[in-house]
């Protein structure tokens, strides 16, 4: 299997058994941190010309992986 970057562990080093343990409790945090793996596949199939796709897509799947982000870094803070 290809090294898909962006993975959440390695864009919250440390924070692995506090995603786990989020995942488990917290029925919400689960769907963003699937939601974000499920849309930086599809980042990352977009850029390796796995399934192109043109510039606007790319530009939107992006901006909604960083939303997805942000909202799972919020939650590891609080």
């Given at each position: ?9 390695e864009d919250f080093?440390?924070?692995?058994e ?12 689960a769907?963003?941190v699937d ?8 980042v990352h199939?977009?850029?390796t ?6 510039d606007?897509?790319?530009t939107?799947l ?5 939303v ?10 609080a």
């Amino acid at each position: 299997m290809a090294h898909t970057p962006h993975e959440l562990a390695e864009d919250f080093p440390g924070e692995h058994e506090k995603i786990a343990r989020l995942k488990a409790e917290d029925a919400h945090f689960a769907k963003l941190v699937d939601s974000y793996h499920e849309v930086n596949r599809a980042v990352h199939r977009a850029e390796t010309d796995v399934e192109p796709t043109d510039d606007i897509h790319m530009t939107d799947l992006r901006k909604r992986r960083m939303v997805l982000k942000d909202e799972i870094a919020a939650r590891l803070r609080a």
